[in-house]
T-cell receptor, first 114, second 110 residues
Framework: DTAVSQTPKYLVTQMGNDKSIKCEQN?????MYWYKQDSKKFLKIMFS???????INETVPNRFSPKSPDKAHLNLHINSLELGDSAVYFC?????????????FGPGTRLTVT | GDSVTQMEGPVTLSEEAFLTINCTYT??????LFWYVQYPGEGLQLLLK?????DKGSNKGFEATYRKETTSFHLEKGSVQVSDSAVYFC?????????FGTGTRLQVFP
């Protein structure tokens, strides 16, 4: 009964390819997020969706396109992959009501672009 | 803008040593503060949290107190174990997102 799951766990691909990463949460949360963690472990938010609506869209190349088919899923599609896209991508989810915005993270997808 | 600053790592300790990892923040308003832990090869897990000044978050022997006057949320543990070896992230939630520090790697040796 994994709370936040991501597939695949590892993704190795060549420059110029298009790839997708999938995320699912079974916690009943209404908000989902994508984060990028670089090789120095720096973690930065990319997107967030609340009830399938885009809430946060940080300065991310438009080659990255999130899609939320329903509240429990948030997928990340990346076009024309570049070497600099190599990183670990984390999905997370949370409630937005209440005063403590605790986020639950998935195990991460390590993307390597060659 | 809002930010979180953590001490550079790695922090290397012997088992049963006392741990402090410093964290300070800059924010407009009064953020909620968090410590997350990332074990090797895993995602982040919430370790502890505090939502207002003078709150103390605690979990698994770790503690951190929300100090508004010094804008700090330092993580402490009285006696670390080898199993505590991980990367620790301080974070704040203020308006609409979590902002993380750069992480501090802790290595504990027997």
């Amino acid at each position: 009964d994994t709370a936040v799951s991501q597939t695949p766990k590892y993704l190795v691909t060549q420059m110029g390819n298009d790839k997708s990463i999938k995320c699912e949460q079974n916690l009943g949360h209404d908000t989902m997020y994508w984060y990028k963690q670089d090789s120095k472990k720096f973690l930065k938010i990319m997107f967030s969706y609340n009830n399938k609506e885009l809430i946060i869209n940080e300065t991310v190349p438009n080659r990255f396109s999130p899609k939320s088919p329903d509240k429990a899923h948030l997928n990340l599609h990346i076009n024309s992959l570049e070497l600099g896209d190599s990183a670990v991508y984390f999905c997370a989810s949370s409630y937005t009501s209440g005063s403590i915005y605790e986020q639950y993270f998935g195990p991460g997808t390590r993307l390597t672009v060659t | 803008g809002d930010s979180v600053t953590q001490m550079e790592g790695p922090v290397t300790l012997s088992e049963e040593a006392f741990l402090t990892i410093n964290c300070t923040y800059t924010a407009t308003g009064y953020p909620s503060l968090f410590w997350y832990v990332q074990y090797p090869g895993e995602g982040l897990q919430l370790l502890l949290k505090a939502t207002k000044a003078d709150d103390k978050g605690s979990n698994k022997g770790f503690e951190a107190t929300y100090r508004k006057e010094t804008t700090s949320f330092h993580l402490e543990k009285g006696s670390v174990q080898v199993s505590d070896s991980a990367v620790y992230f301080c974070a704040q939630y203020n308006t609409d997102k979590l902002i993380f520090g750069t992480g501090t790697r802790l290595q504990v040796f027997p």
